[in-house]
């Protein structure tokens, strides 16, 4: 690979040719990304994969022959590490929650902002997780739920939070990105992101969905 050519390779798997064609547009407007191969459903993407060997499966969930659901759970059974995003018009617990069960790294919905697309790709690639702020309150939803049923007990972590990381906490763990809680709290978005840093290490995790567990668990949402 030449120093210019781009470094985030994509497989786009999609039914919809007009959804493959406008993913690949916004994708094409970023400089660092490209998209080597489409598919029109999971068998078709499983090959791509294969045939490409790409750095980012972006993928819609209902598709024919083979969905985006049966993709993940392929790739995973044949130890193929290649993290996947998934797009949808869905925002539904189950696919949600299975897809992150599987492996999935990401959640989009088709709505999102072509910039928060391309932010997402770039942090799957760079293996963040990437979920849009529907799909983390799903994720928030479905965990809570599980862990209201078995009665986990609260760990009183959250007392060493300062009172400006206690208002953060309340937010993140209501599925507020940290773009949203910034403008929320009038906070530059570097500080927001130092603030979410702290409460990560006081709670002794290291992503927002556990954080947002443990923050709901002590009663402060």
Known sequence: MTSDSPSIRVVVVDDDAL???????ILAGAPDISVVAEAEDGRQGLAAVRDHRPDVV????????????????EL???????????LTTFNEDDYVVRAFQLGAKGF??????PADMITAVRDVHAGRPALSPAAT??????????RSAAQAPASHLTG???DREREVAVLLAGGRSNAEI???LYMALATVKANVTRIYTKLGVDNRVSAAMIIRDEGLV
């Not at 972006?58 to 759970?73: A, F, H, N």
């Not at 309150?137 to 599980?146: M, N």
């Open 19 to 25: 959804v493959r064609k406008a993913v690949g547009m």
């Open 58 to 73: 972006l993928t819609d969930i209902r598709m024919p022959e083979l969905d985006g659901i049966g993709l993940v759970s």
């Open 76 to 86: 995973a059974a044949a130890g193929d590490t290649t993290p996947v995003l998934m």
């Open 108 to 113: 989009l919905l088709k709505d999102a902002d």
């Open 137 to 146: 309150e799903t994720l928030i939803h479905a965990v809570a739920t599980a």
């Open 160 to 162: 060493a939070f300062t």
């Open 182 to 184: 910034g403008q929320e």
